[in-house]
């Protein structure tokens, strides 16, 4: 007997039918005899409806207001699907964050959960229930109401396996797994089979929108099992999992890309102390996140251009602010550019494989593609070029590396120097 | 500086427009420089569209997820009202039955509220805050989200009053006030400008709908004075209250009705002592409530006919029961009528006045209309009779005991004895 952790996006419980159709597959697994906690999305649409609902109101609404209304969504999901599993003949019982003791700081719209009491759920498990949780929410100290984030429900369900010492977390959802990259982009993209958390991490965090990286992170940080998987068709899914000696073989193992990046610029920065901290410093205070940052010489001695990535949707913000910040330390111009894409390639073999960065910049120079910036970790390597290029960019490097063939070593780079 | 309670139902926060023309009024008071706490119904016809949800899902939706998923309803109301409150400069924060600290028995669907915990609120209020709280909602000992019932928010706002010690709770809805009877019915109907709780109480169970009982009775056993009156229309309204010498001047304050009642006849019932009991000791475990209970002389020797009255939800159901108990307990036939109505004078000038009754009845006979039933409390008779007299009946009552003239003791009734 496995305690099992499901957790079924807004696709799966859209409408009443599906609803009833997810509460018949949890009932199908409790009939194994597993202990079931499933964690449940608001219907599809839902929440973009309420957040309309909220703008109709408000240009700006409140956030503590606006997690207060767009918790109702997961609410609403959890009461139905619990009133399904009692009419097949199974006790379940619904539990919103709050009841399911998730405590979380209180930023409202991306809270962290800081804490799980897991006393409620076991005690209900041990009576043999099915218990269903509100995904997406929990309660700060003060026991107001908080959202996670788009996509926290999955970090609800890791979050819950990882506390209740779960044997696995299964995640349902629209596509079948995890694919080496954007299926809709290139059509030889391949399921994997397995990826390891930090390669998920990494794709993650850098727009594969599968799985949430704060679940992945969960996931990692206690080792718990994460299956990726369809809710609607019943074929193998893709395991993110710890590394094991098949993963190495990969060394490339998917390509994401974003467009929802700006690039900024800052040109004939003084090159003395403390001149970043004078720019980051307050990009940092307004809450806006800088993804790569690159110093490079300008043309005047004793001065610097510094280049830096943000969101889409705080480029504007963040223009102002840097240009306020460009007159204060005499700095030159301001250029901005919310017309590019980063590409990335992700791989865990890449920590004992070299050459790969140059495998990589020679496909794109092949095609012309100009790299504006780069950033690399031990398993990833980011490009940012122009948004036109995506596509192609991406097309090229899943069949540079192969991506479309059988993970069992056919690719193999060559031992060029890094560069 | 005064405490004010205000409830505001759910034709009153319909639509956006009109949750931030409620924020407008508000606004106002708290300006005037009082303390406010506001409580907020779901949007009209969101209580409706849940429970049809409810009942795709499933035939007999589970109570407590049934509760779990109406009280979302009222939460998106508060979390709309203190967006927009906040976009007016004013400090607002929402608070779900549980947060606000409205504890209730764990009767889910018709919840009764047990205790409030007023800590919080009082702690926001001191602070500068409008408060608004979710209507109709609290949770149980076990912290699971229970509802009150239609209507409930009602006792939301009195009980909330009482434990707050407000100075007054005013109940803003889509009526003026409380009318000698149903202006749909009666053309001449008056508004009236005070009516005691106790009669509010009368009425209010007789189906006048106007206010929930349960909250009546909160307001009756704490002194909280309800102002019911427009939302939509700056015009008086009518204060419930305690009783006082202009009160008495009315004898009679209104004539009410309800259609929804079925009535229950078991004849020759064995007449010796517990046969009252074995047949509604079964009933009430069933949970049907019994209104009247009349007992006569069968024609035969030692057997008795009992009549009762039920609501009309309870009526199939309750005659079911009463067969079988029939059999048990050898008595005759069963009999019922379901289209019969339930017509009631109240007024607590009946206490010092006599004459009443006979004069209801002589009103009622001379428009040949025959009484089935009679049920009399010290401010109240109630009578029942063919559904078809219904409007007729209220009426004539109407027109017999002078309501829609002045109340400055115009009507006397005649010194005739009680019969």
Known sequence: MSLIVQKYGGTSVANVERIKAVARKVYQRKREGHDIVVVLSARAGETDRLISLAHEVSPNPDPRELDMLLSTGEQVTIALFCMAMKDLGQKAISLTGYQAGIMTDDHYGEARITSINTAIIKEYLKDGYVVAVAGFQGYDPHHNITTLGRGGSDTTAVALAAALRADICEIYTDVEGVFTTDPNICSNARKLSKISYEEMLEMASLGAKVLHARAVEFGMKFNI????????KDVPGTLVTGEDQDMEKYVVSGVTYTKNVGRITVTDVPDVPGMAARIFGPVGEAGINV?????????????????????????????ELVREIARDIGAGEVHGNDRIAKVSIVGVGMKSHSGVAGKMFSALAAENINIMMISTSEIKISVVIDEKYTELAVRVLHDTFELDKDPNGVFRVKEEPFE
């Open 225 to 232: 099992p994460i299956l990726v998987c369809s809710s609607f």
């Open 291 to 319: 993804d790569m940052i690159i110093q490079g010489s300008s043309g005047i001695p004793g001065k610097a251009n510094i280049s830096f990535t943000v969101s889409k949707s705080n480029y504007e913000k963040a223009m």
